[in-house]
Structures are given as structure tokens and as C-alpha cells.
């Protein structure tokens, strides 16, 4: 964060696996978070968040259907 921050950034976008999303929920880095319903059920996958101990509330932003099928979630982090 430290050197996205030097290289002039101001906003980054991520990406990540649950243990990386975790990482920067517990440590208040994340203001946004965007969800995309898929329109099928799956068993098994990679988890949004790791078990980590942590709780955010969220404000619902938007909610957008896309021609796919998707259904995107828009969240604020309220700190």
C-alpha cells in the first residue's frame, strides 16, 4: 500500500483470494466491496473471505443486472 501510494495511486482494486481479502478487511483498507451473483450454484470454490475474525457493515450502493445472468452488488464499508 505503502508503494502504491508513492507511485501516486490513489484507489486500488482487489482482486484477491479469501486470505488476502481478509488481510486488508482486518486492517480497514477496503472502503468498497463489489459482488457478482453468478447465475448457477456451485458446490466448492474459493471463499470471498478466509476464517478470519473480523465484522464490517455494509451500506448497499447499486445493484446492477448484467446481460449475463449477473447480478452485481455494490457495498460501502461504513467505518
Known amino acids: 500500500m505503502k ?4 507511485l501516486g495511486f490513489k484507489k486500488i482494486l482487489l ?5 488476502i481479502n481478509s488481510a486488508f478487511m482486518k486492517d480497514s483498507l477496503v472502503d468498497e ?3 457478482n451473483v453468478e447465475p448457477f450454484v456451485l458446490g466448492n470454490g ?3 473471505f478466509s476464517q478470519e ?12 443486472r448484467l446481460k449475463s445472468g449477473i447480478i452485481q452488488l ?3 464499508i461504513i467505518k
Do not use: H, P
Request: proline content about 0%; hydrophobic content about 35%; overall charge positive.
Open 3 to 6: 508503494k502504491a501510494s508513492k
Open 15 to 19: 482482486s484477491g483470494g479469501g486470505t
Open 33 to 35: 466491496i463489489i459482488i
Open 46 to 48: 474459493i471463499r470471498i
Open 53 to 64: 475474525n473480523f465484522e464490517s457493515k455494509l451500506r448497499l450502493l447499486d445493484v446492477k
Open 74 to 76: 455494490r457495498y460501502k
